[in-house]
């Protein structure tokens, strides 16, 4: 299916390709540049030409580390014993040498292994989507596109970075790697990069996801890997939680726990993490750099960017490589990320030092949190179930580079049906939320007249997620929001390394 979208009509002179039209990836554009063609909406302005040659679009070569542009550097990790910066020492139990440097590094570009390169060449680059139809529903003069990463293998962005995670542990000898997953995605991911480069994989799957997903669950299976329930009675971390509640829905923080014990008491094995760290924003960012050039082909600059944030990494990979743009003067977008009502750490978490997971056998990280043993409700947006926000993009918030909103989850299924009734693809659950804020940046062009150009990461489908659309379709989905009480409670047990703000 995918093939008749990158067609060619040249190639195929009987056949009109909406290809040509839309896709702005991989398609091999008609010989002569054309202009897109005006929506009846007559507000909506025609574009420059598309770029004359598709090989133009290239799988950028090298990773963006957005540490090296910005004007304060964002604090260290602590080590949780000594409260002293962690030494690339005390994370090696956890990760192999050449993802603590990235880690670490000041570095501004991080060339991308050829080996990596030549797996990413199974999907991307992605298409950059002009969402035409979208515009035309909702009677904008606002011009949205969405950058899909949906193409890969698991349906998402998280490939991105499970490839290299992978690739620089097999790199090291690493037979065996463990991780967490929320959504499924990111465990899915993981499972797919292990599958070629020939490492064990074993994933604790969140126990509200796990329930909710059978589906990625197998995924993960035909990849090879061994999928637990999170809280599980295999370690130490997950025991703690089923003794006080034997029924819990589980968190991202309790199946990191899980898969960190593991990783720290077995000499082979390794963790790795989908989210969060540097160095899975860094893998993230060929996203961005690839956008940039293909807006650059179709004579567009984004006004507006969105993404939904869980621990940060489809946003931060998209927005970066746009930050550092913004920071040069060269183009000035807002930039807005999208966390879930029911657990909004960038909008209602303080910034302080707190651990990655729930049972604190994390470094200390200075992010936005809700407190390390916040559990929040077991909305559908499981990836997006994290108590704390990348350490980097709570820098780049508090620096005031970009802005953070929340939305409750019917108003996200709302615009997904939107999206999926005119632009055909049913998004995952994680970004409807950008998908909703992108909508109402959209009606409010409508009210101002202002024709802005949107860009939205469409960071994954929602094809395992079937069971969150039909409650939201037969009116059983409900909005869960935080609760006050809650945060204030999982606040009050944050490491004291500073003076407390309150909600
Ligand atoms: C499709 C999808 N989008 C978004 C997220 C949220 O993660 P992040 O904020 O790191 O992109 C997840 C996490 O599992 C996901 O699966």
């Not at 490492?199 to 997903?213: G, H, M, P, T």
Request: net charge neutral; hydrophobic share 40%; glycine share 8%.
């Amino acid at each position: 299916m995918a093939q008749s979208i990158y067609l060619s009509s040249s190639a195929y002179p009987q056949f009109s390709f909406k290809g040509d039209e839309q896709f702005l990836g991989r398609f091999v554009p008609k010989k002569t540049p054309c202009r897109l063609r005006l929506l009846s909406n007559s507000r909506v302005a025609p574009r420059a030409a598309y770029p004359v040659d598709s090989r133009a679009i290239e799988i950028p070569r090298r990773w963006y580390n957005l540490i090296a542009d910005l004007p304060v550097k964002p604090p260290p990790p602590l080590n949780p014993k000594t409260f002293e910066p962690v030494k690339p020492e005390d994370l090696s139990p956890l990760f192999p040498d050449e993802l603590i440097k990235q880690e670490v590094t000041d570095e501004r570009f991080i060339d991308i292994p050829e080996e990596v390169i030549d797996v990413y060449r199974l999907w991307r680059p992605t298409p950059l989507i002009r969402a035409k139809r979208l515009e035309k529903l909702l009677d904008t003069p606002a011009r949205i596109y969405y950058k899909y990463e949906g193409v890969s293998p698991a349906g998402s962005h998280k490939p991105n970075t499970a490839v290299p995670q992978v690739w620089y542990n097999a790199q090291q000898g690493v037979k065996n790697v463990v991780t967490e997953t929320g959504a499924g995605q990111w465990g899915s991911s993981l499972a797919f990069a292990c599958s070629l480069f020939g490492l064990n994989c074993e994933v604790w799957q969140v126990r509200a996801s796990y329930d909710q997903k059978p589906y990625r669950k197998l995924m993960m299976q035909t990849w090879g890997a061994k999928v637990h329930p999170s809280p599980s009675t295999i370690t130490e971390a997950g025991r703690r939680i089923l003794e006080q509640d034997p029924l819990s829905p589980g968190s991202l923080g309790i199946a990191i726990s899980e898969a960190v014990e593991v990783a720290a008491t077995n000499a082979d094995t390794k963790y790795c993490l989908g989210s969060v760290l540097n160095h899975v924003l860094l893998h993230q960012t060929v996203i961005g750099e690839e956008c940039i050039k293909q807006m650059e082909a179709i004579g567009e600059t984004p006004d507006v960017i969105i993404g939904c944030t869980g621990g940060g990494s489809n946003f931060g990979g998209l927005a970066f490589p746009f930050i550092r743009e913004k920071l040069s003067g060269k183009i000035n977008p807002l930039i807005r990320a999208v966390e879930p009502a029911a657990c909004p750490s960038l909008t209602k978490g303080v910034y302080a030092y707190d651990y990655g997971d729930t049972a604190g056998l994390t470094p200390l990280m200075k992010m936005h949190t809700l407190g390390h043993d916040f559990i929040p409700d077991p909305i559908h947006a499981g990836g997006l179930r994290y108590h704390g926000m990348s350490p980097l993009i709570s820098h780049v918030y508090e620096l005031g580079f970009m802005e953070t909103i929340w939305i409750a989850q019917t108003e996200c299924f709302a615009g997904a049906i939107q999206f999926a009734r005119s632009e055909g693809l049913i998004p995952a659950p994680e970004p409807t939320h950008a998908i909703a804020a992108t909508i109402r940046e959209a009606l409010h062009c409508r009210e101002t007249g202002e024709s802005k150009v949107i860009l939205m990461a469409m960071c994954g489908h929602g094809h395992f997620d079937l069971p969150a659309y039909e409650k939201y379709l037969q009116g059983d989905l409900v909005d869960l929001s935080f609760s006050e009480e809650k945060i204030k409670a999982s606040l009050a047990k944050i490491p004291l390394l500073e003076p407390k703000l309150t909600v």
